[in-house]
């Protein structure tokens, strides 16, 4: 058996080993089949894509001349009936076996969190102005997404959106079309309880979750190194074996990352310590070898011990780097700054604070950058002298750095153009809720920030997000409170989030959320989706 795949979506959930299991001898892209000319007709293919045009044409071409058997088609998402007709007019030599339609076009990173791994990913980003070509396609493919989750979980929801977003208020409008008018007898599931609630947000209400050091993990590992799909690349890590070079960080298939990859980075380091040691021993007792009965129980145990030594490796080996990176960047005397910025107030301190940083010839580029944008959004309104120091001493420091990139964050992410109560300072319940934090202390200085998307969760919970803030679309209405949220963010989602949801969900309070986005972010991915909109809008400014 063969499959052509849908890379993303298959490979965070099935290894290659499982897939061999399985009897799936050979995994190719559709275009790379499309170069072979070699015949396997005593093979069957099975083929896993998305319905676009060009996959479409892909699969015309290649069963005019059909190379296997048999062809199983699966689509992940919805089919038009005119691509269907297209297939049936070339399967001029009948080897299409079966078509289906199997709703998975997102990755599910975690149990509570998808992504839909969109490449152009700043176009949520872009002024009103300017209406790039693609901003279509963009909000279309976001609308594909959504639909494939709601198939999959088979649900049509009530939809709300974020009311400043323009963007979030067309996508929840086009998803509303297509699930009640469009495909409605797709979606008429027919179930009387309460209806699932599909909230889309901006990542503009919350810049500053993506700006953050972290120090958890998963999401640490993402900030610092990089995750794409559940792999991490180690090839530029020092001398490392072949089989080190990438590894997976899976919730599914390592026990040990399950366990911890919400864990603080101090907790980390005692965890993989205790891992070794308990690798040690069973290392020790291997080698006690004296008989034939003892070789043979440690050859039936020695794949088991394989993949322990592999994981513990794999842990030792991102620990260490990660460790050597927070020394280089000096990120605890960054990182203590950044959250102070992000949880209290202090305006005074903070602008000393960001200055001796800015002065210290030890941080990097990206960190000054970073610190003067939390710095920005935090005090944009209070402060504009200082504010413009700043400005002025990054340039100098670290010119490398498009003038007005901050300026530009300010203009699309800025108090006046989000939803929601970023800092906790509008709401009398959360100014409350601050002081008293702060009052207790905070058990680790490097976590205090909690992402919007926790109060947001928490108002949807207490039945208190409100109508004016997060409108309804169309004249569907929930009467009781959901038991299951997707929450979409447009412009993509931050492991910090994710593991807000996980802890929530883990509180059974009644609603399981699920947490989606165009794409993951790192600080990295946010500023670099920052310098293309900026670059874009530019553009399009020098052409009025």
């Known amino acids: 058996m063969k499959a052509s795949i849908k890379v993303s979506s298959v490979s965070v959930v099935y290894s290659q080993s499982e897939l061999l299991k399985k009897e799936v001898f050979l995994v190719e892209l559709v275009d790379s089949i499309a170069m072979s000319k070699e015949s396997m007709s005593h093979l069957k ?112 929801p009530i939809i709300r959106y974020s009311r400043t977003s323009d963007i979030a208020k067309r996508i929840a409008h086009e998803a509303s079309k297509l699930m009640y008018q469009q495909e409605s007898g797709l979606f008429d599931f027919r179930r009387t ?196 120091q700043l400005f002025n001493k990054l340039a100098s420091r670290s010119p490398k750095y498009k003038p007005g990139l901050v300026q530009f964050l300010l203009k699309q992410a800025g108090v006046d153009k989000r939803t929601g109560d970023l800092y906790g300072n509008r709401d009398l319940l959360n100014i409350a809720r601050n002081m008293a934090r702060g009052l207790k202390g905070v058990e680790n200085v490097y976590t205090q920030h909690q992402p919007l998307l926790f109060q947001t969760m928490e108002n949807i919970t207490r039945g208190r997000l409100r109508d004016v803030d997060y409108p309804y679309v169309g004249n569907h209405f929930q009467q009781a409170r959901p038991q299951e949220v997707v929450i979409f963010v447009v412009g993509g989602t931050t492991y910090e989030e994710s593991r807000s949801v996980a802890l929530q969900n883990s509180t059974n309070s009644g609603i399981r959320f699920i947490l989606g986005g165009s794409s993951l972010l790192n600080s990295k991915r946010f500023l670099k989706d920052l310098e293309e909109a900026q670059r874009i809008a530019r553009i399009s400014t020098n052409m009025l």
């Open 45 to 156: 293919a099975v083929y896993f894509l998305r319905p676009t045009s060009e996959n479409i044409q892909h699969m015309r071409r290649q069963l005019a001349k059909p190379r296997f058997g048999e062809y199983h088609l699966f689509f992940s998402n919805i089919l038009k009936d005119t691509q269907l007709h297209m297939l049936a007019d070339s399967d001029e030599h009948e080897v299409v076996q079966q078509l289906q339609e199997f709703y998975a076009d997102f990755v599910a990173l975690d149990p509570y969190h998808f992504t839909l791994n969109m490449a152009a990913n700043h176009m949520y980003m872009l002024p009103a102005v300017v209406d790039p070509s693609g901003l279509q396609q963009f909000c279309d493919r976001i609308v594909d997404g959504m639909s494939a989750v709601f198939l999959a979980l088979k649900r049509r």
């Open 193 to 388: 309880e309460v209806s699932p609630l599909l909230l889309i947000i901006d990542r503009r209400d919350d810049p500053v979750t993506a700006l953050l050091n972290q120090w958890t993990y998963q999401a640490m590992v993402h900030e610092l190194i990089g995750i794409q799909d559940n792999k991490v690349n180690l090839k530029n890590v020092g001398k490392l074996p072949k089989d080190q070079q990438e590894v997976v960080l899976s919730s599914e298939q390592d026990a040990f990352f399950k366990a911890n990859m919400y864990e603080n980075f101090g907790d980390i380091g005692m965890n993989i310590k205790k891992m070794v040691d308990d690798f040690q021993q069973v290392a020790k007792s291997n080698q006690n070898i004296q008989t034939i009965e003892d070789m043979a129980k440690f050859v039936d145990n020695y794949p088991e011990y394989r993949k322990m030594q592999g994981n513990v490796s794999k842990h030792v080996t991102l620990v260490t780097e990660m460790s050597k990176i927070v020394e280089e960047r000096k990120l605890m005397l960054v990182s203590q700054t950044e959250q102070e910025l992000a949880c209290n107030g202090g305006q005074g301190a903070a602008f000393e604070a960001v200055t001796n940083l800015l002065n210290n010839d030890n941080i990097s580029d990206v960190d000054r950058l970073r610190l003067v944008m939390l710095y920005a959004l935090r005090y944009e309104k209070e402060s504009p002298v200082q504010l413009m």
